[in-house]
Each structure stands twice: as C-alpha cells, then as structure tokens.
C-alpha cells in the first residue's frame, strides 16, 4: 500500500520482470469498495457463473495457473459446452 499511496500505481510483473499490468490507486480502491454480496444479487438468475479459485495450496500453483493451463482449459470448455446446451435444451 505505501508504493501504491507514494507512486499512485504499482506495475505487476512477470517472472522474467516484465510488466503486465498496472493498478492504479483508483482502481485499486473502486475494488476493495466493491459491495461484493450486492454485485452478485444483481446477476440475473438465468445467467451462467464460473468462478475459479484455490482452496488449497497446490504444487506450482500461481495467479495465472502457468502449470495448470491444460486443467484450467478443460474446465473453462466443459462448463461452456454445458451452458451452451442448457441453452439449446430451453431453447
């Protein structure tokens, strides 16, 4: 917080010390002021939600899943795929 409070930003990097992105205090703060029970009440019912996260360290595990890309792929499709025929099945 104190980089982000004296520089307005902070640039986040990748393993080899590139940026990818950059936060700035703004929206930083739009994120943490975020009515996250509120945010989902205003999901519509029939809308499809996929929600991915850890709920347990795993070996190589990091924030842009580089060691479980095939995993997180094979997830990301079957659930399309469902949704996809859910919607033809109401169709």
Do not use: P, W
């Amino acid at each position: 917080m104190e980089k982000i409070e004296q520089d307005g930003f902070i640039d986040v990097k990748n393993g080899a010390g590139s940026v990818i992105y950059r936060v700035t205090k703004e929206a930083l703060m739009d994120r943490r002021n975020t009515d996250m029970h509120e945010a989902c009440l205003a999901i519509k019912k029939n809308c499809g939600v996929f929600t991915i996260h850890g709920s347990a360290d795993e070996e190589g595990a990091n924030h842009c899943y580089t060691s479980h890309l095939t995993e997180l792929a094979s997830a990301v499709v079957n659930f399309m795929k469902a949704t996809l025929q859910q919607g033809k099945d109401t169709a």
